[in-house]
């Protein structure tokens, strides 16, 4: 293929490339959650200890732009009397918290941990923790895939606050959620070929 052939091939790639990016700007992720408590005494819905009560709350079909800092779902816990004084959190508890994508493909999985720590009211004090494994899922089809990266700290715990003024106390699990293909990869592939026409250019004289 000659210099222009090869030109002409490589503006009709980065064209495709760039019309391919458009779809995928706008790329969403469609998804809903559950979370259900086992062992230790709970619920599928909740866990009491003590005076202190621990639940989860899902949340519904929600629909946001890869990129996204995104809610999964919020633990709440409460305590039932005045003052709770602190209290240990039953041993042996495992928390699953489940996301259904239905957006850029179907899929689900889990994220499933142990719950520990202790609890105590008022003063607030917390060193409750849950620890998911693993702390990414990625979930799809290959090639539409939605992946989530579930915000935990350093030690790989999701920190549970102890109830507050505001008794009872929700603390929100958020996740990074992106989905393939990416548009900034689309951008960088379509950049490279352009670059490659003057290369090649050169090369041939």
């Not at 469609?30 to 866990?47: E, K, L, N, W």
């Amino acid at each position: 293929m000659g210099v222009r052939g090869f030109a002409r091939a490589a503006l009709i790639g980065t064209a495709a490339l760039a019309l391919g990016a458009i779809p995928a700007a706008a790329q969403t992720v469609t998804f809903s959650t559950t979370g259900a408590f086992s062992g230790g005494g709970c619920t599928t819905t909740s866990c009491t200890f003590g005076d202190f009560t621990l639940s989860f709350t899902p949340v519904g079909s929600n629909a946001f732009f890869s990129g996204s800092l995104v809610d999964l779902g919020s633990f709440t816990a409460g305590c039932s009397v005045a003052s709770c004084a602190e209290t240990n959190f039953p041993s042996g508890v495992t928390f699953t918290l489940t996301i259904n994508q239905t957006n850029p493909s179907s899929g689900s999985g889990a994220f499933v941990g142990s719950i520990a720590g202790t609890l105590a009211f008022d003063p607030s004090f917390s060193s409750l923790v849950w620890t998911p494994t693993p702390s990414s899922l990625t979930l799809g089809t290959v090639g539409l895939t939605g992946t989530y990266n579930i915000v935990v700290d350093n030690t790989g715990n999701f920190n549970i606050a102890a109830p507050g003024d505001q008794n009872p106390n929700p603390t929100v699990v958020k996740a990074f959620v992106t989905t393939t293909p990416e548009p900034a990869t689309v951008a960088l592939m379509a950049t490279g070929m352009f670059g490659l026409i003057p290369v090649i250019r050169r090369r041939r004289k």
